[in-house]
């Protein structure tokens, strides 16, 4: 029975054992660490901690025994770019999927040879990711915290993937990031206060007695805080005031953009979040002592945050997909009866079989942006072909691509960003709702100047 103080004084020293094999992995002596998911090195992990056994006593009958078993989460430091095994799992924590890894932790002398002995955390989640503050005013490396949850850990005979790998490339600095968020001047933001994508598992998800279940709650995705450097461009105004006075605060209302963490030579882009559904929470000035006027904040919602492809190029250093030979032929003689909205864009192109559902532009002394929603019989792959053929040929530059499976219904979606020598730029977003229909939304902004007539 397990009840019996024979089975306790075996669970005891059992959990006393993995505990000094813990402790004792951790001496003075050690000079590095090293961190792999099922069996594959991830050498951007510069240090990790947890996994220790802890419990709780309990009286019983007069007599003291050992209750609720269980063991510290695993915290783990990383730089960038994040190797495929590490991305996957924070995909799957932004997509709130389970695909349980087998973690292994081993600490190193300034020799390389194996301190005391490896920890293999089994059945672990990611359920943390702590994003520091990025400030451009700063050159602290950019490290990223991640917490892992394991059904168990245990100690575990090292292999050769515990062996270091050596990196390469420098780390990127807190102050290497981009922000974009449709129809809005970002270029003024100058930090970014520190934000953590998460989710909970529930607390049975624990303990040396139990069963597997991995399952957790849904991932939360954090408010946003901006700060700009200098009094910021009068569209965020404007939208201040169409959002909060103007009732302009729907579904439709909120925004997409992207976050992007450059390399140091602030054109490869070293990691991405695809941003949807982004709202204002607050738009307001902040004091500071050195600067006069007031320094803006904006803080915001977003409904999701997805990762998006790394190791590509940012704007200022994009390449041009391949041509065609020839444009699309459908461009603005597309309409449908079931048009609603003033109109198209002017000189742009337009997908057959779609159905415009609004339209609607926004001019200043700077843009003129003018957004577009139409839905499509089609797919999100063949509209993809589409607007790349006609990009290529019309003069634009490809910028930036994501593609991903999220979003609350798990919805595929393509996200693409184009410019032109002229400062033009264009964002289109294409969303998969049913098999055969799909949502297109084009955001085109143009300088001065550059704005034909409809």
């Known amino acids: 029975m397990r009840s019996t103080p024979v089975f306790f004084l075996a669970l005891i020293f059992a959990i006393m054992s993995v505990a000094d094999a813990a402790t004792s992995s951790r001496p003075g002596s050690v000079a590095s660490q090293t ?37 510290e989460p ?12 590490l991305a996957a799992c924070v995909a799957d924590l932004c997509t709130n999927q389970t695909n349980p890894k087998t973690l292994q932790l081993t600490n190193l ?28 005013g700063s050159k602290d490396t950019l490290r990223l915290t991640l917490v892992f949850v394991a059904e168990q850990i245990r100690a575990a005979p090292t292999t050769a993937t515990t062996t270091p790998t050596t990196r390469h490339a420098a780390a990127p600095s807190v102050s290497n990031f981009q922000i974009n ?21 529930p607390n049975d998800n624990i303990g040396i007695l139990r069963q597997p279940t991995l399952q957790s709650n849904p991932t939360t995705f954090p408010d946003l805080s901006l700060n700009f450097g200098e009094v910021s461009p009068t569209d965020w105004s404007t939208w201040r005031d169409d ?20 390399a140091s030579d602030l054109h490869t882009v070293l990691f991405s979040l695809q941003l949807s559904h982004i709202g204002l929470l607050c738009f307001s000035s902040q004091p500071d002592a050195n600067t006069l ?6 803080d915001l919602y ?15 250093s994009s390449t041009t997909p391949t041509a065609p030979a020839t444009t699309p032929a459908a461009t603005n003689n597309v309409t449908s009866p079931e048009d609603k909205g003033a109109r198209d864009p002017a000189a742009f192109a337009r997908p057959p079989n779609t159905i415009r559902q609004e339209y609607s532009v926004n001019q200043n002394a700077t843009t003129t942006e003018e957004e577009v929603k139409y839905s499509a019989t089609s797919t999100s792959d063949d509209l993809q072909t589409f607007y790349t053929q006609y990009f290529g040929s019309a003069g634009w530059t490809f910028a930036e691509l994501h593609e991903n499976d999220g979003g609350p219904s798990d919805t595929h979606q393509i996200y693409g960003h184009w410019i032109k020598t002229n400062n033009d730029s264009v964002d289109v977003r294409l969303s998969d709702i049913t098999s055969g229909l799909v949502t297109i939304t084009v955001n085109l902004k143009r300088a001065p100047g550059n704005n034909p007539q409809p």
């Open 35 to 71: 961190f792999s998911i099922d069996g594959i090195a991830c050498p951007e992990v510069t240090a990790w901690s947890g996994g220790d056994y802890f419990g709780t006593v309990v009286l019983q009958g007069g007599k003291k025994h050992i209750s609720n078993i269980g063991f």
């Open 74 to 85: 695993i915290t783990i430091e990383t730089i960038l770019p994040l190797s495929p095994a």
């Open 109 to 136: 002398d300034s020799s390389g040879s194996v301190v005391g002995t490896s920890l293999q955390a089994r059945n672990a989640q990611l359920t943390e990711m702590r994003f520091p503050a990025l400030d451009a």
């Open 181 to 201: 968020i449709t129809g809005l001047n970002t270029s003024r933001v100058s930090r970014i206060e520190p934000f953590i994508i998460k989710r909970v598992l």
């Open 243 to 262: 959002f909060f006075v103007n009732g302009k605060h729907l579904e439709s209302d909120e925004k997409d953009g992207s976050l992007l963490i450059l």
């Open 293 to 298: 006027p007031n320094r803006p904040r904006a």
């Open 302 to 316: 977003c409904e999701q945050m997805t990762v998006g492809t790394s190791t590509t190029t940012s704007p200022t």
